[in-house]
């Protein structure tokens, strides 16, 4: 199999901050993939509509109505994605194989839980792939957890499967960290893979910048307000015992626990300096993600690659290299995937692997019995119709 793929992958992740949009090439050898990204984008989402998505994950009046309108309308705006990074680099839809889109997560319940006198779980992500299709002329591979949670599994994480290829490179054992609004690590050592939300990544601090600017920016740049803050000690003790930080493995999370609920379960002292608080929130993340690593990995991985925003806080970063001396800590960028567009990656190579059907999912992530296929494919008028 050494035919050579051109796929799309799009990422709306929780910090609802825009649209990772990834043009990749991919090619197998000997059954492995090779991906080289040819040119990525975060294409911004406008005001009224990040608003809108952030109010249905809180829940509002009408909710039916609008996520109905919320679904159709996102998947337009990813369309318009597609179509604008194909204009930018001179490729045409019809060289494209696929596109793998995540989609928004407006929900997701992986552990099961009682309902309707039965046990289930259940995720919501929204985006309608068929626009996308149609948009773009490109068929489209969307709406990947459920076919997991269909097999027992948790219906994340997935781009472990990705990261278990990477660690190839890698002597010993090592671990990719996405600090993205949630922190997710997959710790690869030998042939077994553990993966899981270590808690919260930008979530907190990109909350607090909003509430902070009335809504004119959404999150610290390069963590440069943060920076200019110190640690309040009393208010990072309170935090780091939430009770998510003490679940063992396999666990998922997201604004449901680390969204407006966080500052209701947690409120604020109003006397607090801003920039100290913000502060304290990085450094939170820092200690989540080293004291996850203690509490659950088997031993400490020698390698530790870091993806997503949080890469590009200076203290999330020394705080995880404080917390964690005995690690190489290094940038995904270094490790030949951008930092903030892995995930871009993760969903081109998932939307091919559907195509030539080839499971995606890695059990021993999820909980899932067994590998499955993943997604659900929406494909374009033919041509000339």
């Known amino acids: 199999m050494n035919k050579e793929y051109i796929c799309v992958g799009i990422m709306s992740g929780t910090s609802v901050d ?3 949009t990834g043009l990749f090439k991919i090619q197998f050898r000997q059954g492995i993939p090779n991906i080289k990204m040819i040119h990525a984008e975060t294409y911004p989402i406008d005001k009224p509509l990040r608003d809108e998505i952030i109010l249905q994950m809180a829940g509002v009046k009408n909710a039916l109505h609008r996520l109905t309108l919320l679904n159709m309308r996102l998947g337009e705006l990813y369309g318009d994605c597609v179509n604008r990074l194909l204009v930018q680099t001179g490729i045409k839809a019809a060289d ?3 596109i793998g889109s995540h989609g928004q997560t407006m929900f997701h319940i992986g552990k099961k839980e009682e309902f309707c006198s039965q046990n289930v779980n259940g995720t919501l992500q929204i985006g ?12 489209t591979v969307s ?3 459920p076919a997991d949670m269909a097999a027992g599994g948790e219906g ?5 499967f990705l990261d278990r290829i990477l660690a190839d490179k890698y002597e010993g054992t090592s671990a990719f960290q996405n600090i993205g609004g949630i922190g997710n690590v ?3 050592s030998n042939d077994s893979i553990l993966a899981f939300d270590t808690g919260p990544g930008n979530m907190i601090l990109d909350q607090l910048v909003e509430h902070h600017s009335n809504g004119e920016k959404h999150y610290d740049k390069d963590g440069e307000i943060a920076l200019t803050g110190t640690v309040i000690p009393s208010l990072l003790e309170e935090w780091m015992n939430h009770p998510y930080l003490r679940e063992s493995p396999p666990k998922t999370t997201g604004r449901e626990l680390f969204g407006t609920r966080f500052f209701e379960d947690y409120p604020l002292d109003n006397s607090l300096d801003f920039k100290d608080v913000l502060h304290t929130a990085a450094v939170f993340t820092g200690k989540t993600i080293a004291g996850s690593y203690r509490s659950y990995l088997s031993e400490l991985p020698g390698t530790v690659v870091v993806s997503g925003g949080g890469v590009h806080n200076p203290i999330i970063m020394s705080t995880l290299r404080a917390e964690l001396p005995e690690c190489k800590i290094i940038s995904g960028d270094d490790d030949g995937i ?13 939307g091919l692997y559907y195509m030539l059907d080839i499971p995606g999912n890695e059990p021993q992530a999820t909980g899932a019995a067994s590998p499955v296929i993943l997604g659900k494919l929406s494909k374009p008028l033919p041509a000339g119709l």
């Open 96 to 98: 494209v194989t696929v």
């Open 338 to 350: 951008s930092s903030d567009f892995k995930e871009a990656a993760a969903f081109a190579l998932l």
């Open 128 to 139: 309608e792939g068929s626009i996308i299709a149609q948009r773009t002329a490109i068929p």
């Open 18 to 20: 825009g649209v990772d």
């Open 186 to 188: 997959s710790f690869v």
């Open 156 to 160: 994340a994480p997935f781009v472990p």
């Open 143 to 145: 709406d990947f957890r």
